[in-house]
C-alpha cells in the first residue's frame, strides 16, 4: 500500500492501479456526498464518471488536494450540464420570466429559443394589459422608461412606499401570469412537435 502523497502522486500519474485504487478510497465517500448533495438519484452516475475521467487525466495531478478538488468541479460541472439537457419549456421560461423581472434579460440565439422569446413577449404584453390602468402606468415608468421610485412618486402625486408596494404587486401578479402561461405554451409545444 502506497502511503506517501508524494509517492502516492507520482504511481497514479505513471497510470499505477493501486495507486489509483488508494486515492478512489479515500476520496470516493466525499465526492459521492458531495454529487448527493446536488442530485440524490444520479450521484453515484456523477461520481463514477468522475473517477473515470479522472483516470483519463492521470498525468496531470501534483497533489491529493488538487485531484479532491477536480473531482468536485467535475461533479459540480456535470450536474449543471445535466440540468441543462433536461430541463422543459416551462423552467426555461419560468427562468427567461425571472430573468426579465429582474431586469436581466439574456436573449437567445438559435431558431427555437427566439420562438419562445417572441411568445413570452406577447404574454407579457398580455399580462401588462390586464393590470390595472395605475399599475399600468407604473409598470411602463419604472420598467420601460427605467424611473426610480422617487420620481413615479412625484409624477403621480404619491409617496414613494406606495411606488414599490405597487411595484411588488405588479411583478408578483405578472410572474404568475407568465408562470400559468408558460405552462399553456409548454403543453401546446408538446402537441405540436
Not at 5 to 11: D, G, P, T, V, Y
Not at 119 to 144: D, M, T, V, Y
Request: glycine fraction near 4%; aromatic fraction near 12%.
Amino acid at each position: 500500500m502506497i502511503v506517501d502523497e508524494n509517492n502516492l502522486i507520482f504511481e497514479f500519474n505513471q497510470g499505477n492501479r493501486y495507486a489509483f485504487a488508494t486515492i478512489y478510497e479515500n476520496l470516493y465517500a466525499g465526492v459521492f456526498y458531495y454529487a448527493k448533495s446536488l442530485t440524490p438519484t444520479n450521484a453515484a452516475d456523477l461520481t463514477a464518471d468522475a473517477f473515470h475521467k479522472l483516470w483519463e487525466m492521470k498525468q496531470t495531478f501534483k497533489s491529493i488536494g488538487g485531484i479532491k478538488s477536480w473531482l468536485t468541479t467535475v461533479v459540480h460541472n456535470a450536474y449543471l450540464n445535466s440540468i441543462k439537457t433536461s430541463r422543459s419549456r416551462k423552467e426555461i421560461m419560468v427562468d427567461f420570466t425571472d430573468n426579465v423581472l429582474r431586469g436581466e434579460i439574456n436573449w437567445w440565439d438559435d431558431e427555437e429559443q427566439t420562438k419562445l422569446r417572441n411568445a413570452f413577449l406577447k404574454l407579457l404584453e398580455e399580462g401588462i394589459n390586464r393590470l390595472p390602468s395605475e399599475r399600468r402606468e407604473i409598470c411602463q415608468l419604472a420598467f420601460l422608461q427605467k424611473m426610480n421610485n422617487l420620481k413615479i412618486a412625484e409624477l403621480l402625486k404619491t409617496n414613494e412606499r406606495k411606488i414599490r408596494y405597487e411595484k411588488s404587486k405588479i411583478l408578483a401578479f405578472l410572474k404568475e401570469f407568465l408562470e400559468k402561461g408558460a405552462a399553456i405554451m409548454a403543453i401546446l409545444a408538446s402537441l405540436l412537435s
